[in-house]
């Protein structure tokens, strides 16, 4: 069977550490690290010491690492040197990519969409794709696909195997193309588990990424019951549900137990914290708190912004968020019971911060 390097563990795919406006970012462009954010990704991944091991964002500071990956466009990070027109690193890359010096475990994406919208560079092409996956070795690639097209997206799979890339490649279903309007997404999930050709990509390769869901007929609040009749089809295969990183997918899919083989990636945990846009965990669920439409603000940097939903998301993957919600907080302190349930409640931070809180 092919495979791809690494630990076939469900990752987060960090997928656009993206400073342009806010217009360009909301079309899902993978991995553009704008020269203003470039130097604050290694704090983003960065686990600082913590005050208060046993919270939630201090976990997923310290072990959220361990469920992240890159996930970028070649585009962006490679392009043709002019002198030997052979592929190089673009400036400021090279220090976080290489496979030395990279921190999270990397995978290519071929720059299918912004091939489709008309917006990759001219010099974008297949070759320059394998000569990309030959400089930066990364765990895995995702196959030469087009959006939207099921044969040339198989053609291009199968060239990348002859051509010497079945360790790392990674099949590509679009999602598009069986969809049947009118449907319910659960329908069309199931109408899916029977193509021959998905089938075939399962049979074959240990993950296989299902493009088409963002921007495409699949509403978000239905895609976790397309992906989970995939899952239950397959109870052997891991899928990459491309670009679908967002609080309200992961939530569901976090709900359903599926998880622990369904990969995601996503850029909304950046451009949502560009606009006042915070992830955070209810009673067992992620939930979304937009302080722009209540013209608020938070005392933070946006680089703590983008962390907060970054953790949010990874505390989804490591299971910290917990489903079914523990039991409420006892908030009646004049209740004798409540009140001792409090504190052994705060007890553990208390020892966290070195604190001697009395409740009487």
């Known amino acids: 069977m092919d495979g791809v390097r690494g630990v076939m563990q469900p990752h987060l795919g960090i997928a656009g550490v993206n400073t342009r406006p806010l217009a360009a970012a909301a079309l899902g462009i993978a991995g553009h690290w704008g020269s203003t954010l470039r130097p604050h990704v ?10 208060a091991p046993r919270r939630l964002g201090d976990i997923v500071a310290r072990e959220g690492h361990r469920r992240a990956c890159f996930l970028l466009d070649y585009t962006f990070v490679a392009c043709p040197e002019r002198r030997t027109k052979r592929m190089r690193y673009r400036s400021g890359r090279e220090g976080l990519l290489t496979p030395t010096t990279r921190p999270l475990p990397l995978y290519l994406d071929s720059g299918a969409y912004r091939l489709a919208r008309g917006t990759t560079e001219r ?10 996956i030959d400089l930066m070795q990364p765990t895995g690639a995702m196959a030469y696909d087009v959006v939207g097209d099921q044969e040339a997206s198989r053609a291009g799979y199968e060239r990348m195997l002859r051509d010497g890339y079945a360790d790392v490649v990674i099949p590509v279903w679009q999602a598009g193309p069986s969809w049947v309007r009118g449907f319910p997404a659960a329908t069309n999930g199931a109408i899916a588990a029977r193509d021959p050709l998905l089938r075939a990509y399962c049979d074959r390769a240990p ?27 397959f109870p052997q295969a891991h899928f990459w549900a491309l670009g679908q990183a967002s609080a309200s997918v992961l939530d569901q899919l976090h709900s359903a137990g599926m998880l622990d083989r369904i990969w995601c990636d996503g850029t909304w945990w950046v451009h949502s914290a560009c606009t006042e846009v915070l992830a955070y965990v209810e009673n067992g669920h992620l939930r979304v708190l937009d302080l722009s439409k209540k013209n608020a603000h938070l005392p933070l940097t946006l680089v703590e912004l983008m962390k907060c939903n970054l953790h949010a998301l990874l505390a989804a993957y490591m299971g910290l968020s917990t489903f079914p919600a523990p039991s409420p907080v006892p908030l009646a302190v004049e209740d004798p019971e409540a009140c001792a349930e409090l504190k052994r409640r705060i007890a553990p931070l208390q020892l966290d911060l070195g604190l001697d809180l009395a409740l009487v």
């Open 42 to 51: 290694a704090e983003l991944l960065r686990a600082p010491r913590a005050l």
């Open 207 to 233: 993950l296989v990424a299902i493009g088409g869901l963002a921007m495409g007929p699949c509403p978000r609040t239905q895609r976790a019951a397309y992906l989970g009749q995939l899952y239950r089809a």
């Open 123 to 132: 010099w974008a092409s297949y070759q320059r794709y394998c000569e990309a």
